[in-house]
Every structure is written in C-alpha cells, then in structure tokens.
C-alpha cells in the first residue's frame, strides 16, 4: 500500500505541477456573481463494472493522493495486478498540461469515439506510466496507468492505456 501511495503521489506531481499551477478556473455568471467549477468525481462517475473491465480492482478504491483530497482536482485510482489507473479531473486545459515541462510525446489519439491527447512525464517513471487528457466542459479529464515496479515482462504502459481506455472514456463528462 505504501509503495502504490507512492507511485500515485509521484505520478500526480510530475504530471499536474500542482506546487506550480493556478488553482483550477472559475466561471462567471451573467450576474458577475463567480460560481467554482463542478468537477467530475471519477469515484462516484465511473461505474465498478468499468472499472472492472480496465483490468483493476474496484474494492481497491482511493480517493484523493494517499486519501487526501487535493484541491482544485477530483482524483480517484485503483490497482489491479501488474498496474494501477488514476483518473484525475480539473478545470485546467490541455494547452495547460502541454506547456509544463517534463511532460513530453504528447500526439493525439481517440478512444471510444473521444479525441484526447496522450503523453508521457519525463523521469524514473517515464517508462512505466502513460497518460491520456480528454478535454470535459469543467476543463479536462486526466486518466494515467502506472505499471507497478518490479514486476517482470510488462506491457507498455500506452498499450495498457489505450486498452483500458475503451471502458473509462465512455463514463467520462463531455
């Protein structure tokens, strides 16, 4: 458990830059009055039997980084045997994750009829994750698969993505 909290923690900062970025967008209503964005909560909106046909385990639910919630994002992950997904939601945009460094090889990709952007983070990890933004109304939704270190023969992080995809982008706001 506490090698995954890890894992999961390190992903979230080297893919977010949370420490450096604004906090998520807020919109105005014709009032002028500001109203804080409504996020999707991937714990409560994807179903256990996506969750289930990804590949992990719903019972192995976590919300937040470590259980805690991290403002400004809606996160939720769960393991499976040899890797572990975390989707996380914000009000940031896709220009917004392209221009932080240490993200790199972003291309375009479509999954379950959705246009998103995958791309991977530089460092130690660069070769065990692959991450997929989809562009929501609230900003963007981020799904990250992580192999589990340590484990021998494993697939490629994007392949896993891209399969496991085809069950979460359906559960995902547009």
Request: charged letters at 20%; glycine letters at 8%.
């Amino acid at each position: 458990m506490g090698r995954r909290i890890t894992l999961v923690l390190l992903s979230f900062l080297l893919a977010s830059g949370a420490a450096a970025c604004k906090e998520a967008p807020s919109v105005s209503s014709t009032t002028s009055t500001t109203v804080a964005n409504v996020l999707f909560n991937p714990c409560v909106g994807i179903p256990d039997d996506a969750v289930r046909a990804a590949g992990v385990d719903p019972e192995t639910e976590e919300s937040g980084i470590g259980g805690v919630h991290q403002s400004g994002w809606e996160i939720c992950s769960w393991d499976g045997p040899k890797y572990s997904i975390t989707v996380y939601s914000t009000g940031r945009t896709v220009a917004e994750f392209e221009s932080k460094p240490g993200n790199v090889e972003f291309r375009d990709v479509t999954v379950a009829d959705r246009k998103g952007r995958q791309f991977k983070v530089e460092g130690a990890s660069k070769n065990l994750d692959c991450n997929m933004l989809v562009p929501a109304s609230q900003g963007v939704v981020q799904l990250a698969v992580m192999n589990l270190a340590g484990q021998d023969n494993l697939e490629d992080p994007c392949v896993i993505l891209y399969r496991v995809s085809e069950s979460i982008v359906p559960a995902l706001p547009r």
